[in-house]
């Protein structure tokens, strides 16, 4: 895959998806926008990619939208503008395979985001988090979508309407990140946990991601319905079996994906 603004690399079963404006300091363009999500959904539609991993090239991860792309749209232009520079939230939602963000120094505005969009994210100990845009009279409404049920009412206000940076470990302690490590062992716990999650059974991790994001759109009692029928769904697949029986045998599984 050759793109302008990203760089794509696999090996063995992780995709590494590299945010690649440096000297922007990683901003979204209109056009690293639409090449992420047709990153995103080329690795997941290769079998031999488990999980993908997205960091950023330079110094910081991402520090926003590319404010030179603002001025002088129409409102119906500005809609088509922020529905794709959003448009990683459901791509990231709809991917059968686990996103890892691979986070440091700064991660803003929709840098932010997409810390956020991703599944599980690993962020180095200097690292600094903000949904920024209020400063500048906008406001951070895409990157607060999926943390605001987690955070509740009074964190999410906050961190729309105030605008403050938080440092990784109160990003840590408010559920928004899974690690946070030193600068220099950041691509190796990042990797040890993409690994981790590559080692799954390939079955359960894809209907266990789409088990949650479903979830997440139903009333109480029928998650428990759910949760039977999906179930019973992976009782019946190879993986289930594969795994029952390399328990009961003190063996390490083979799983098939099916």
């Given at each position: 895959?050759?793109?302008?603004?990203?760089?794509?690399?696999?090996?063995?079963?992780?995709?590494?998806?590299?945010?690649?404006?440096?000297?922007?300091?990683?901003?979204?363009?209109?056009?690293?926008?639409?090449?992420?999500?047709?990153?995103?959904?080329?690795?997941?539609?290769?079998?031999?990619?488990?999980?993908?991993?997205?960091?950023?090239?330079?110094?910081?991860?991402?520090?926003?939208?590319?404010?030179?792309?603002?001025?002088?749209?129409?409102?119906?232009?500005?809609?088509?503008?922020?529905?794709?520079?959003?448009?990683?939230?459901?791509?990231?939602?709809?991917?059968?395979?686990?996103?890892?963000?691979?986070?440091?120094?700064?991660?803003?505005?929709?840098?932010?985001?997409?810390?956020?969009?991703?599944?599980?994210?690993?962020?180095?100990?200097?690292?600094?988090?903000?949904?920024?845009?209020i400063n500048v009279g906008l406001l951070c409404t895409g990157p607060i979508i999926p943390?605001?049920?987690?955070?509740?009412?009074?964190?999410?206000?906050?961190?729309?309407?105030?605008?403050?940076?938080?440092?990784?470990?109160?990003?840590?302690?408010?559920?928004?990140?899974?690690?946070?490590?030193?600068?220099?062992?950041?691509?190796?716990?990042?990797?040890?946990?993409?690994?981790?999650?590559?080692?799954?059974?390939?079955?359960?991790?894809?209907?266990?991601?789409?088990?949650?994001?479903?979830?997440?759109?139903m009333p109480f009692s029928r998650r428990f319905t759910y949760n039977a029928e999906l179930f019973?769904?992976?009782?019946?697949?190879?993986?289930?079996?594969?795994?029952?029986?390399?328990?009961?045998?003190?063996?390490?599984?083979?799983?098939?994906?099916?």
């Open positions: 895959m050759s793109f302008n603004t990203i760089l794509v690399d696999t090996d063995g079963s992780i995709g590494t998806i590299t945010l690649n404006r440096p000297e922007q300091f990683n901003t979204f363009s209109s056009e690293m926008a639409l090449e992420l999500n047709e990153a995103l959904t080329t690795l997941d539609a290769q079998e031999a990619v488990r999980v993908v991993v997205v960091k950023g090239a330079g110094k910081v991860f991402s520090t926003g939208i590319d404010i030179t792309e603002f001025p002088e749209k129409s409102p119906s232009e500005y809609h088509e503008w922020i529905s794709q520079m959003e448009k990683m939230h459901m791509t990231i939602a709809g991917m059968q395979k686990p996103v890892v963000a691979m986070v440091h120094r700064f991660a803003v505005a929709n840098g932010a985001g997409l810390l956020f969009a991703a599944d599980f994210a690993v962020v180095s100990e200097e690292t600094q988090i903000g949904t920024t845009a943390i605001a049920d987690g955070l509740g009412k009074k964190k999410t206000m906050e961190m729309l309407l105030c605008g403050d940076m938080i440092d990784a470990s109160d990003a840590l302690s408010l559920g928004l990140v899974n690690r946070v490590v030193p600068t220099d062992k950041l691509e190796e716990e990042t990797m040890a946990l993409a690994k981790k999650l590559a080692s799954k059974s390939p079955t359960a991790v894809r209907m266990g991601k789409a088990f949650y994001y479903k979830m997440l759109e019973a769904r992976l009782c019946t697949t190879e993986d289930a079996s594969e795994g029952v029986a390399a328990f009961i045998e003190k063996r390490k599984p083979v799983w098939k994906g099916k």
